[in-house]
């Protein structure tokens, strides 16, 4: 057993299956391996002998075949520093491993590939991509070439291969050299001593000039080429803050950036929503105004009360008519124009118009975010996924787009957390609390929630007992004709619901400090909970108070425009209120902070409670878009504004967050907030208000009429009478609109298709955890192949 071992494990001899606890089988079965691995490589041996008979002798010495004495010395002896306990034979079969012997030998390697250039240029046509090796790293054992070769050697071999790569062309010289498993200095210098050039954009000189006509042609391509490349740069700067937004990701990371990315992405919806506004039913409105005059003067205060002048403006549903706004007879002209014009070729019905393009938004609305937030799980939550593997923190964790100092020493801090996360679970995992610990941490989270859902419980309390309170001051005073006050009695309520936002969670950081939660991550996901909670459950008492029976009673003259001013109003004070926090809970804080402890450490950008305040204040504009809907508009002016304050006290005020943040998983988290409580607690909102909420009498396009809904009805009505060859619509519309079966025929659909994905969702993740069990058990079996075979040479 001299000489140097070589085989491979793999299935040359199906048919024969021995049990691995058979000494002998085994012994004769790698014995059998052995001898074909040895006649394999005497033929091949003997096939390069026969290519490189008609060469020089420099050429015949790359078939020369010596023992690797010195490269085995060496992997024996890494071998036996790591497994002391193995014999000679078993440290030499285990440095004949793929693993252990490719790149070790560069001599080996070049001998190598100048044999494959030799047969490549020998072909009279480029062979096929299927036959080309899918290996870039091929095996050394089964042609057995020499891994000891000297220098002189290497030598003599890098210039034979050099040669034979100056005879093949210029494609297949590229894709060989691309192949090599060499390092990149060594494949540049191949490659320049091959074509006689240095570098990848300079061509090799010619000695006759090129003609007029491909000059011209060279010059319009590199022309033409040029302008893409232009153009695509162009493309990329003239996206919405493309160099803000790479300053963020520089010097704080993706975490950050995921703030004002989302911040962007709610600019996009409003933006969405206001143009198809404009465009079907404020610049219609615009165009065709209502005879009535607004007697009212613009004092100011109507930028944060929204009511007085703007009351009867375009901002809000009661300015809208509800008659076809281009019909002479229905703008209430004289009766000799209205008969001069009897027919309008367009007409356009304001209130079906209303309907419709709300409608409309919502839908395209609820696609988008549908869309964006399955794209999100898509990218975040890959089926397989492993978010709590050491392997994966340790190389994969690492936040590319940090640049600063302060950014990089706190995101490694950050990775240092993770792996103590996972480390700690699983010692949590093999080493539980006992009983008493146990109890003791229960009783902290119970009391903890208690009291969380005891501040909702009581903010809650308050705000519908203040609201009802303003609402019978404000109802007195417009029975006396004060107006003293009365407006700026109106900031009452929405200054008590934008204290309450600002205040509760700093209390709930306090309970997360006194919890001591297992992770920061869980942290995070507590602290989020309960201010959506707080926020949600505020605004649902709103919704309530806005549509109850004393809201829209006869006290009212147009409940919807009063609903639109409280919104408005609500939207305007979280705007002063996140200014209010900018200031003292960043900028004074960072003062105090570096006077008090002499030095720069900063505040930290709390991404959770800011992304939170921009759903509350999106969730206000989609439930104000039916009763005001020039609301959009001062969302897209707020969030503009907010973007550039956020940043300018960011850079100077505010430092990375020390918590643990994966930018990808809090994106999909933000979409999903956004689309399940906001956007779904919005769409109920404005569904039960078409559906069952009796319009004003005296104001806005479905005046006089018992439900908004019902004015889609009449219009299918009118539309049967006007055209009988119509009739399938209002089929349609009876049948799979007014009709409930249909609409629980999709829901079923939509849910057997849910449930469906679900099902394929987790065959797959089982599919994925036994092939990790099979890869698991294919490295055992081989330990144990390695354990018997040293066993057998024990003997």
């Known amino acids: 057993m001299a000489h140097t071992l070589s085989f491979t494990f793999g299935p040359e001899n199906a048919s024969q299956v021995s049990s691995p606890y058979d000494e002998g089988a085994v012994h004769d079965s790698f014995h059998q391996l052995i001898q074909e691995q040895s006649w394999l490589a005497e033929q091949e041996m003997v096939e390069m002998q026969e290519m490189t008979n008609a060469t020089s002798r420099g050429r015949?010495?790359?078939?020369?075949?010596?023992?690797?004495?010195?490269?085995?010395?060496?992997?024996?002896?890494?071998?036996?520093?790591?497994?002391?306990?193995?014999?000679?034979?078993?440290?030499?079969?285990?440095?004949?491993?793929?693993?252990?012997?490719?790149?070790?030998?560069?001599?080996?390697?070049?001998?190598?590939?100048?044999?494959?250039?030799?047969?490549?240029r020998r072909r009279s046509t480029r062979p096929p991509l299927q036959e080309v090796s899918h290996s870039a790293r091929p095996s050394l054992r089964q042609l057995g070439i020499d891994l000891d070769s000297s220098r002189e050697e290497e030598d003599a071999k890098r210039t034979l291969l050099v040669k034979e790569l100056q005879s093949l062309p210029a494609s297949q010289r590229v894709n060989m050299l691309q192949a090599m498993p060499l390092s990149l200095a060594e494949k540049r210098s191949l490659r320049q001593d091959s074509s006689g050039y240095s570098g990848t954009l300079k061509k090799p000189k010619t000695t006759a000039p090129l003609s007029r006509c491909s000059r011209l042609k060279y010059y319009i391509i590199l022309g033409f080429r040029n302008l893409w490349y232009s153009w695509l740069s162009l493309l990329h700067t003239l996206q919405p803050w493309y160099y803000s937004l790479k300053q963020i990701s520089g010097r704080f990371g993706s975490s950050i950036l995921s703030y004002f990315l989302f911040l962007k992405t709610l600019i996009m919806f409003n933006l969405f929503i206001f143009l198809i506004l404009l465009v079907f039913v404020v610049g219609m409105q615009a165009t065709y105004p209502p005879t009535t005059s607004n007697n009212e003067t613009?004092?100011?205060?109507?930028?944060?009360?929204?009511?007085?002048?703007?009351?009867?403006?375009?901002?809000?549903?009661?300015?809208?008519?509800?008659?076809?706004?281009?019909?002479?007879?229905?703008?209430?002209?004289?009766?000799?124009?209205?008969q001069q014009s009897q027919d309008v070729h367009l007409p356009y019905n304001m209130p079906l118009a209303y309907l419709f393009v709300v409608g409309v938004s919502f839908i395209v609305t609820c696609i988008l975010l549908v869309y964006s937030m399955s794209r999100s799980f898509g990218e975040s939550y890959r089926v397989g996924s492993a978010s709590g593997d050491l392997t994966v923190k340790v190389f994969c964790a690492w936040d590319y787009k940090v640049i600063q100092a302060r950014s990089v020493r706190l995101q490694s801090e950050n990775i240092c957390t993770q792996l103590k996360e996972c480390l700690a679970e699983r010692r949590s995992k093999s080493h539980p609390l006992n009983m008493w610990k146990r109890l003791r941490r229960l009783v902290v989270l119970l009391l903890a929630w208690m009291i969380s859902l005891g501040t909702v419980l009581g903010c809650v309390i308050a705000v519908y007992y203040f609201s009802e309170y303003i609402y019978e001051v404000h109802h007195d005073r417009l029975t006396r004709s004060v107006q003293t006050g009365n407006e700026a009695l109106l900031l009452a309520l929405p200054l008590l619901v934008s204290l309450i936002n600002l205040l509760m969670p700093y209390m709930y950081n306090l309970l997360a400090a006194w919890e001591k939660q297992e992770s920061p991550v869980l942290e995070v996901y507590v602290a989020i909970c309960r201010n959506l909670i707080l926020k949600m459950v505020v605004l649902g008492l709103l919704c309530y108070h806005w549509l109850s029976r004393k809201a829209t009673s006869s006290k009212i003259t147009c409940w919807e425009t009063f609903v639109g001013q409280e919104l408005y109003r609500l939207v305007m004070m979280d705007f002063i209120f996140t200014l209010?926090?900018?200031?003292?809970?960043?900028?004074?804080?960072?003062?105090?902070?570096?006077?008090?402890?002499?030095?720069?450490?900063?505040?930290?950008?709390?991404?959770?409670?800011?992304?939170?305040?921009?759903?509350?204040?999106?969730?206000?504009?989609?439930?104000?878009v039916f009763f005001a809907p020039i609301l959009p508009a001062v969302q897209i002016l707020k969030l503009v504004l907010l973007f550039y304050i956020k940043k300018t006290s960011l850079m100077r005020n505010c430092q990375s967050p020390s918590k643990p943040w994966r930018a990808s998983h809090m994106s999909t988290i933000f979409i999903t907030l956004l689309c399940f409580p906001s956007f779904l607690g919005a769409s109920i909102f404005l569904s039960y208000t078409i559906w069952s909420v009796k319009p004003s009498e005296r104001c806005g396009p479905f005046q006089s009429l018992p439900t908004v809904y019902d004015s889609g009805k009449m219009w299918v009505t009118q539309l049967e009478k006007s055209n009988p060859n119509l009739s399938w619509f209002t089929w349609i519309h009876q049948h799979m609109i007014q009709n409930t079966f249909f609409l629980f025929v999709i829901s079923g659909i939509l849910l057997s298709v849910i449930y469906l994905n679900i099902q394929v969702v987790k065959g797959q993740r089982r599919i994925i955890s036994l092939l990790k069990e099979q890869i698991a058990n294919e490295g055992e079996d081989k330990t144990f192949l390695i354990q018997k075979l040293h066993a057998v040479y024990g003997k």
């Open 60 to 120: 015949e010495n790359l078939a020369y075949i010596t023992s690797p004495a010195r490269q085995t010395e060496v992997r024996e002896a890494e071998q036996a520093e790591e497994h002391p306990d193995f014999s000679s034979a078993t440290l030499r079969i285990l440095a004949s491993m793929p693993s252990r012997t490719i790149g070790r030998s560069r001599g080996a390697i070049l001998s190598q590939y100048y044999n494959r250039t030799a047969r490549l």
């Open 298 to 338: 613009f004092t100011g205060l109507e930028l944060f009360t929204g009511a007085g002048y703007f009351s009867h403006t375009l901002m809000y549903y009661g300015y809208y008519s509800n008659v076809t706004l281009n019909d002479p007879c229905a703008s209430g002209s004289s009766i000799t124009h209205c």
């Open 580 to 624: 209010l926090d900018t200031f003292f809970g960043e900028l004074i804080w960072r003062m105090i902070l570096e006077r008090k402890k002499q030095s720069k450490q900063r505040p930290e950008f709390d991404i959770a409670r800011n992304v939170l305040e921009l759903i509350y204040g999106q969730t206000l504009t989609w439930l104000g």
